[in-house]
């Protein structure tokens, strides 16, 4: 359980960081979204439960700051745990895909969150779309925050990866036994 403590605290810091470059951007209209890295990192090295407890969580958290999506005025009923059912289904693909491909490189982590990112972003965006006001009027805006959010991404997410890793040297686990579990 230290384990996913560790990961969760390390998520809360992502989350508050990524929340404060939000609001700092408040004034332009962009939106960072980093969902990829709140799952990528332990779907590729921990357990299956202990990486899916930390997607819950991690979704749990997201959905607690759920933005407002242009042409929304608010949150629809039964979208308020859409980060947290994403992540978990991420989690799950990641997880057994990742023993087909090299998930102790970092640069291949790095692909790996890119394209979750990408997929998180486009399925959020389309559940929130279809209540919303036409694509056509609202396309700009998605596709301007997602481009912004994947360079934003590829540019933190070594630093990110380093700090779970370190985290979990300081929290006393063994890095070998992260990576060689099942």
């Not at 994403?86 to 491909?101: V, W």
């Not at 990408?118 to 056509?136: D, E, K, N, Q, Y």
């Amino acid at each position: 359980m230290r384990r996913v403590t560790v990961i969760f605290c390390t998520h809360l810091l992502l989350w508050l960081l990524v929340a404060q470059a939000n609001h700092a951007l408040s004034r332009v209209p962009v939106y960072l979204f980093v969902g990829g890295l709140f799952v990528t990192y332990p779907a590729l090295t921990l357990r299956f439960r202990d990486g899916m407890i930390t997607a819950f969580l991690a979704g749990l958290l997201c959905d607690a700051n759920l933005p407002i999506l242009p042409g929304l005025s608010k949150t629809a009923f039964g979208l308020a745990h859409t980060h947290t059912l994403l992540f978990i289904c991420a989690h799950t693909l990641i997880h057994h895909l990742r023993d087909r491909m090299s998930r102790n490189e970092t640069a291949a982590r790095v692909l790996f969150a890119l394209f979750t990112n990408l997929g998180i972003f486009v399925v959020f965006a389309f559940i929130h779309i279809s209540r919303s006001a036409p694509l056509s009027e609202i396309w700009p805006r998605i596709v301007v925050d997602l481009a912004c959010s994947q360079i934003f991404l590829a540019l933190i997410a070594r630093w990110f990866f380093a700090l779970q890793e370190q985290a979990l040297v300081l929290a006393g686990v063994e890095r070998e036994n992260v990576a060689k579990s099942p």
